[in-house]
């Protein structure tokens, strides 16, 4: 016997950030705020809620909502992309001046991960890959996780999160096809999106959607942690 546990089949497990992993107590909030005041002088066409929304979603919607008129998408999208350049700046001071928590049972969940050969730890979030770099990286977990599906790699959560399990499968060194592939993520949005991929999601109640609403999603599992019994199963097989 050797030191590590077999899994029933390769996992992929493809982790949200925000609301999920830590909480930034709103830095990420305010800098996207910051950063649109900055360009367009007004913050007020960003009261939604940015939970489970990609970062390039939220910006998107944003710029919209200040019914200034794009020459075409071409331009719309080098607006997001100034306004999210901007964004990362702002944010780096944002998460600096913030206490960045780690919620409850996410280290040992990722220890557990790290221990099994056929389970890949990996990111599906819809932050771009600088903004998870500064968000992980202040609590210092950013690099345990060596792959990823980001807001880069498109603006529609199902599309990122295939990118990454398909990413996760190849860390493996196995066909995606041969992989359970597990969404771990805080709102609804996550666990539709693990749904149109054929993932199986855990969804956990650290955000700011409950359990009971959680569970009305249908997710393959709910916790309200994911210190909670049963997490080990739910993340590896049982
Ligand atoms: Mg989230």
């Known amino acids: 016997?050797?030191?590590?546990?077999?899994?029933?089949?390769?996992?992929?497990?493809?982790?949200?950030?925000?609301?999920?992993l830590v909480t930034t107590c709103g830095a990420g909030r305010r800098a996207v705020e910051r950063a649109f005041e900055q360009r367009h002088g007004t913050k007020e066409v960003l009261s939604f809620s940015f939970g489970g929304m990609t970062d390039k979603a939220i910006v998107r919607n944003g710029l919209l909502g200040l019914q200034r008129?794009?020459?075409?998408?071409?331009?719309?999208?080098?607006?997001?992309?100034a306004t999210l350049g901007s964004y990362f700046g702002v944010l780096a001071e944002e998460v600096a001046r913030t206490r960045i928590r780690i919620h409850e049972g996410m280290e040992r969940a990722m220890d557990m991960a790290e221990a099994r050969e056929d389970v890949a730890l990996g990111l599906g979030t819809g932050n771009m890959r600088k903004g998870a770099e500064i968000k992980l990286g202040a609590v210092g977990i950013y690099h345990r996780f060596?792959?990823?599906?980001?807001?880069?790699?498109?603006?529609?959560?199902?599309?990122?999160?295939?990118?990454?399990?398909?990413r996760g499968a190849g860390a493996l060194g196995v066909p995606i096809e041969d992989c359970r592939v597990v969404v771990i993520g805080d709102t609804?949005?996550?666990?539709?999106?693990?749904?149109?991929?054929?993932?199986?999601?855990?969804a956990v109640a650290t955000g700011t959607h409950d359990l009971a609403e959680l569970r009305g999603c249908e997710p393959t599992a709910a916790f309200a942690t994911?210190?909670?019994?049963?997490?080990?199963t739910a993340l590896f097989g049982g």
């Open 226 to 232: 994911l210190a909670d019994q049963g997490a080990e």
């Open 69 to 81: 008129p794009f020459a075409g998408e071409t331009e719309l999208q080098e607006e997001i992309e």
């Open 146 to 166: 060596t792959f990823g599906g980001f807001g880069d790699d498109s603006i529609d959560r199902p599309t990122l999160l295939m990118i990454g399990a398909r």
């Open 1 to 20: 016997m050797t030191g590590t546990v077999a899994s029933v089949k390769p996992t992929v497990l493809l982790f949200d950030i925000d609301g999920t």
């Open 188 to 202: 609804p949005k996550d666990v539709a999106a693990a749904k149109v991929i054929g993932a199986d999601s855990i």
